[in-house]
Every structure is written in structure tokens, then in C-alpha cells.
């Protein structure tokens, strides 16, 4: 008897820490959003738990060269990334939007995809102690209907949700159609992050 595995979700991580590079980004998070009046009022608006730039600030890139030098340092990534999840890319990946995230304590980010890009990703520059993982789901879970629940041991690859506990230089990386979320929590400070997407 033969069971394969099929189907597989690639995710990526891997460790960006540069001391200079975290301490500059998280001066210029911190800068954008006191500076950032319309996402401030979009965050309040929309009842936003902390402070994002997503929207309202679409030249990051240019604007801020912490920024470019962050996305400069994904490149890499991004293409060994396509590489090991067998894209059949024509062009070169490149970052067409990036965005700060400044989450407060007990604030989240509820489930989501981001449409129209190839692979997204988030880099952290600050991770408060009790700061949520970043939560992915199954992309088969609308599928399973009467699927029962997975055995408490079975292994990562089996579970319906998955939970990636990053630190201060760590970068995610995924394929933009996979569901993910930040759970809220009552962590101690600021969680900063700067996320992406790529196409």
C-alpha cells in the first residue's frame, strides 16, 4: 500500500536580521504613521487596531529609503522562493506594493487573501512578548464538508490551521491565494511589520 502526499502548500521563512536595518525600519514605521493623516483616519474609520499605510501611501518604495533597501534585500527571497514552488515565471518577481503595519495590543487581522499578486509576504521589525503567530489556513477547508477533525498528533501538513510564530528579521513568504490571518492577542507592545505582495 502507497500513500502519497499530494497537493502541497509551499511556505517560506527565512532570518533578515540586520540590527541597523530593524532599528531604521521601525523609526520609519513610526514616522509614516504619525506622519500618515488619511490612514490614520482609514485605520479609525474602519475601526483598524493600531496603524496602516495599505491605501494610503502607494510610493513607499520611493518615499522612504529604509523601505527601498528592505525591498532591495527581498529580491533574493522572492526568487528563491518561485524557484522552490516550481513558478513558471516569465519575468522576474518584483514588489508592486508594500505597506507598515503597526498593530496595538489585542488588535488582529482577520482572514484574508491578497487578489491579484503571485506571492505575498510579511518582514517584522518588532515582535512584542505575547505577540500572535501568523495563523494560515488549508485552502481545501471550504472543501471538506463532513471531513472530520485531524488527530491532536498529526503532523504540520495535516493540520487544517498552522501557526507561524515569527521574530524581529524573520520574512514570511506564501503564494498570494492562501488564507491567513493574525489571531488577536493581549500582547505586551507595538507589533510592527511591513507586508507585500509580489507580481
Not at 44 to 67: A, F, Q
Not at 111 to 131: D, K, L, N, Q, R
Amino acid at each position: 500500500m502507497t500513500v502519497h502526499s499530494l497537493f502541497a502548500t509551499p511556505f517560506y521563512e527565512a532570518d533578515l536580521a540586520a540590527p541597523d536595518l530593524l532599528a531604521a525600519l521601525a523609526t520609519s514605521a513610526r514616522s509614516l504613521a504619525a506622519d500618515d493623516g488619511a490612514g490614520r483616519r482609514w485605520c479609525r474609520d474602519h475601526h483598524y487596531p493600531g496603524y496602516t499605510s495599505y491605501g494610503s501611501v502607494p510610493d513607499l518604495m520611493v518615499r522612504d529609503p529604509n523601505i527601498a533597501a528592505l525591498a532591495r534585500a527581498l529580491a533574493p527571497h522572492l526568487a528563491a522562493f518561485a524557484a522552490a514552488a516550481h513558478l513558471d515565471l516569465a519575468k522576474r518577481l518584483r514588489i508592486d506594493n508594500i505597506w507598515v503595519n503597526i498593530l496595538r495590543p489585542r488588535g488582529g487581522h482577520s482572514g484574508h487573501i491578497h487578489p491579484h499578486s503571485v506571492i505575498s509576504g510579511t518582514f517584522y521589525v518588532e515582535i512584542p512578548e505575547g505577540a500572535a503567530a501568523l495563523k494560515l489556513e488549508d485552502p481545501r477547508l471550504p472543501l471538506m464538508m463532513a471531513a472530520p477533525p485531524r488527530t491532536a498528533d498529526a503532523p504540520e501538513a495535516a493540520q487544517a490551521f498552522v501557526y507561524k510564530a515569527p521574530r524581529p528579521g524573520t520574512v514570511f513568504l506564501w503564494e498570494s491565494w492562501l488564507r491567513h490571518e493574525v489571531p488577536a492577542v493581549a500582547a505586551k507592545g507595538e507589533r510592527i511589520s511591513i507586508s507585500f505582495n509580489a507580481k
